[in-house]
């Protein structure tokens, strides 16, 4: 097991995508489950600070050390077993996403979640409960973890199967391989009804697995994970329109959503059936001309949509989708539709780049992200959009907004110029989040809380019941020495 101290060898270790930057004392490189929880031992019984490293692709300062050591998951990067027959596969957390499904593609089967950041570690998507543009229809990392191996703070070893172990209501009992046993008594708190990431997952008789999945390194460390694959579709019809007209182009994605969710309540084949619904703004389009000269000028919106098609429908479908892009306005004309697996790869390089130059921006002016992760129900969504832009437009911010309108979930990235606009763009941030929350929403569907979003944790659920969470977490590690600063403050 190697350990680093020196300062110019842990400065990537220090820092993650939001561009919060923190300290530590050395960072340990494990092998294997036997070094962590070796390392976890010392820790605890020295009561040292310790943070868990994935591949700093996150954007909500998890990673972010505030001192102690760092565990980075690196050298845990082995794919133990992939099984066709079974369609799973067990993984070390330091698996780079991308490779893992490249893998599996080659099998003709697909790991569904699909954050934008591809170069992150498996275990770092499983920390946040990551998801992408495919949640639209296959939801987020959670369905597909069947079993985790997760190394307490004490050095004890915790493995969770799916469907073994449920709470009693709101108490949740476990053992450890060592024999201990923990009883921890949940917070009771309403989730939303949409995406979310807001927290540690807790409802009345959850599965065991539920609560470690999403909670950001706090709990314990994750060193061995079971997932759960599904067949390769055929072929993806995937495609970029248009619009001259927003409203036109919110339109098209609320009756795209309502005619899929028709499809799939009546679990009807050969009808339009959304894979993803993605959308991107007119200061998106803009922010993204001088890379993709072929955005039309006027063009005041865009919709990224795919479905999954086989050579027997996908002409069908395909006059479906065209169909409902006449009669929405669409420009036909100027659309970029994908016929080949190279295409796909283009459009979905459209729609990350889009990510990638927010980070190139925040970097060069040394400013952290100011980026939203809201989302409400489908209902209060137009409601939650105009206002956020409403209340960036009140203070004359740069901002763009792109996002997973299908799943009514909104990145609207403000673009200070300097720290004077950084500091009215966090007012703005806290605005956006509390009418998420007014409308029965999330203040984070896919990044976590990290160590930026603590305050709106705090608007979302009361101190009451965060202060239950942090009952949770002092009940596996009552030192706190896992995440500090992670989803609570005041640790």
């Known amino acids: 097991m190697i350990v680093k101290t020196s300062a110019d060898e842990i400065q990537s270790y220090l820092i993650d995508a939001s561009n919060l ?29 310790v943070t868990v490293s994935g591949n700093g692709t996150g954007l909500a300062g998890a990673r972010v050390p505030n001192g102690g050591i760092v565990i980075a998951t690196d050298k845990l990067n082995r794919i133990i077993e992939l099984s066709e027959n079974e369609k799973t596969a067990i993984v070390e957390p330091g698996v780079i996403l991308a490779d893992f499904q490249n893998l599996v593609n ?26 992408g543009e495919k949640t639209f229809k296959y939801g987020a990392t959670r369905n597909y973890i069947l079993e985790l191996n997760i190394v307490l703070a004490n050095g004890d070893l915790l493995k ?12 949740l009992k476990l053992k450890t391989e060592s024999g201990s046993r923990y009883t921890l008594q949940l917070p009771e708190y309403t989730m939303p009804p949409t995406k979310n990431t ?30 759960k694959l599904v067949d390769l579709p055929e ?13 036109n182009a919110l339109n098209f994605i609320n009756k795209a959503r309502e005619i899929t969710y028709q499809t799939r309540k009546e679990n009807l084949t050969n009808k339009l059936d959304a894979l993803a619904l993605e959308f991107f703004d007119k200061h998106t389009l803009s922010f993204l001309q001088k890379d993709y000269s072929n955005i039309p000028h006027k063009a005041e919106a865009a919709v990224w949509f795919e479905q999954e098609v086989s050579l027997l429908n996908e002409e069908t479908l395909m006059d479906e989708w065209m169909l409902l892009i006449s009669e929405f306005g669409g420009d036909e004309e100027s659309a970029w539709f994908a016929f080949s697996d190279s295409d796909n790869k283009k459009i979905q ?35 939650l959009y105009y206002h956020s832009k409403s209340e960036v437009e009140k203070e004359n911010l740069h901002y763009v907004v792109y996002g997973h309108f299908g799943n009514s979930h909104m990145h609207l990235n403000m673009l200070p110029k300097g720290e004077k606009e950084y500091e009215k763009g966090k007012e703005i941030y806290k605005k956006i989040c509390m009418k998420a ?27 009451e019941n965060v202060r239950k969470m942090l009952e949770v977490k002092k009940a596996l590690d009552p030192n706190l020495i896992l995440g500090s600063g992670n989803i609570f403050k005041i640790v």
């Open 198 to 227: 807001s927290g540690y997952f807790a409802k009345k008789n959850i599965d065991a697995i539920d609560l470690f999945i999403g909670s950001e390194g706090t709990l314990g460390i994750i060193t061995k994970i079971m997932l």
């Open 21 to 49: 930057k923190g300290f530590c004392d050395a960072v340990y490189f494990p092998e294997n489950e036997a070094d962590v929880i070796k390392i976890l031992k010392e820790a605890n019984e020295k009561k040292i600070k």
């Open 160 to 171: 969770v199967k799916r469907g073994e172990i449920f709470a009693d209501g709101y108490s």
């Open 349 to 383: 390089e459209f729609r990350h780049a889009i990510s990638w130059k927010i980070s190139e921006y925040i970097s060069q002016n040394n400013l952290k992200k100011l980026g939203t992760d809201v989302a409400v129900p489908d209902d209060k969504f137009e409601e």
């Open 106 to 131: 080659q099998k003709k089967l697909m790991y569904p979640p699909d954050p934008t950041e591809r170069n992150c570690f498996i275990g770092g998507t499983v920390a946040t409960n990551a998801s």
């Open 437 to 463: 929350v007014e409308l029965g929403g999330t203040i984070s569907a896919e990044h976590g809380i990290g160590k930026l979003k603590t305050e709106y944790l705090l608007l979302m659920y009361g101190e």
């Open 235 to 247: 072929k993806i019809l995937s495609s970029i329109i248009f619009f001259d007209k927003e409203k």
